[in-house]
């Protein structure tokens, strides 16, 4: 399986994939924009138990590519109150 596919598949898993939080963190630093996009989106599927990868999403919303930037801000608003904090960029 490619990495593409794995966090793919993790995204769909949702809540349930709260073990692969850090993996997931790791993931949008990927040099892919693909595996980016979907760890920000896996992220925001698991909601406020992703909280530790707040973070990396916030720098992940200055990313050149706006698919990866735009999931990166959808993740933090799923991820809850916690994380809105972290949309105030610049």
Known sequence: MTKVNV???LMSIGPKAVPCVAG???A???A???VRQLA???LGNIGPP???SIGALQDLLLDPDP???SAAANALIRIGPESLAAL???
């Open 24 to 26: 997931l963190t790791a």
């Open 28 to 30: 949008v630093k990927d």
């Open 50 to 52: 992703a909280k530790d």
């Open 40 to 42: 920000a989106a896996a």
């Open 7 to 9: 966090v793919n598949a």
């Open 67 to 69: 698919t990866s930037s």
């Open 32 to 34: 892919s924009a693909s």
């Open 88 to 90: 105030e960029v610049g």
